[in-house]
Nanobody, 121 residues
Framework: QVQLVESGGGLVQPGGSLRLSCAAS????????MGWYRQAPGNQRELVAQ???????NVAESVKGRFTISRDEAKNMVYLQMDRLNAEDTAVYYCNAQFVVNVEGAFVNIWGQGTQVTVSS
């Protein structure tokens, strides 16, 4: 059983910064990729940023240049540094891991419980 636990959410003023953390219950070396998604009220869950085992990143256009994803394999952690936040970034942020289940590379998606980020003055 793989578990992901997010932390670091909260209330921040426009233009401010937050760093989200995601702790995995096992080695992230077995994950094909890890990432952050977000879901605002009335909207579908959307990809924010993803990082593969080789360090390749994929960042949504809406946050490119403001958000940075990183991973620390030694600590089984993934981070999302969010700078220059604005009201449109308000959402519940979810950590995601693509857990590889066989030698062919098939994987299952694992989700954390989510952490609320609110950008407001």
């Amino acid at each position: 059983q793989v578990q992901l636990v997010e932390s670091g959410g909260g209330l921040v003023q426009p233009g401010g910064s937050l760093r989200l953390s995601c702790a995995a219950s096992r080695s992230i070396a077995n994950f094909k990729a890890m990432g952050w998604y977000r879901q605002a009220p009335g909207n579908q869950r959307e990809l924010v940023a993803q990082i593969s085992t080789d360090g390749t990143t994929n960042v949504a256009e809406s946050v490119k240049g403001r958000f940075t994803i990183s991973r620390d394999e030694a600590k089984n952690m993934v981070y999302l540094q969010m700078d220059r936040l604005n009201a449109e970034d308000t959402a519940v942020y979810y950590c995601n891991a693509q857990f590889v289940v066989n030698v062919e590379g098939a994987f299952v998606n694992i989700w954390g419980q989510g952490t609320q980020v609110t950008v407001s003055s």
